[in-house]
Nanobody, 124 residues
Framework: QVQLVESGGGLAQAGDSLRLSCAAS??????????MGWFRQAPGKEREFVTA????????YYKDSVKGRFTISKDNAKNTVDLQMNSLKPEDTAVYYC???????????????WGPGTQVTVSS
């Protein structure tokens, strides 16, 4: 079992930046390969895959609409993944969910575990 704890998010204006962080804990995390990432779900829409990173290789995936604006990074020592979101747009408004799966499962990512979600609201 893996537990995910998210932090960050909140309110922002268009063009601003926000940072999300997700800490993972559980057996095997310190020595097995895993993929962590972020999904988001806007009101009335399906949950969509945004970005992910593989723990050992650092390989990354970004949804086209966030390329150049969002950056995912990892700290293997702390088992955390951060999402730096710059140049935010109103269409980035959503609940952002941290996601985790074992192995190098990058695109598409099929999570085994989910965080509770954190709200990001961008006003125009």
């Amino acid at each position: 079992q893996v537990q995910l704890v998210e932090s960050g998010g909140g309110l922002a204006q268009a063009g601003d930046s926000l940072r999300l962080s997700c800490a993972a804990s559980g057996r095997g995390i310190t020595y097995l390969t895993y993929t962590m990432g972020w999904f988001r779900q806007a009101p009335g829409k399906e949950r969509e895959f945004v970005t992910a990173i593989v723990s050992n290789s650092g390989r990354k995936y970004y949804k086209d609409s966030v390329k150049g604006r969002f950056t995912i990074s990892k700290d293997n020592a702390k088992n955390t993944v951060d999402l730096q979101m710059n140049s935010l747009k109103p269409e980035d408004t959503a609940v952002y969910y941290c996601a985790f799966t074992w192995g190098a499962n990058l695109a598409p990512m099929t999570p085994l575990y989910w965080g509770p979600g954190t709200q990001v609201t961008v006003s125009s």
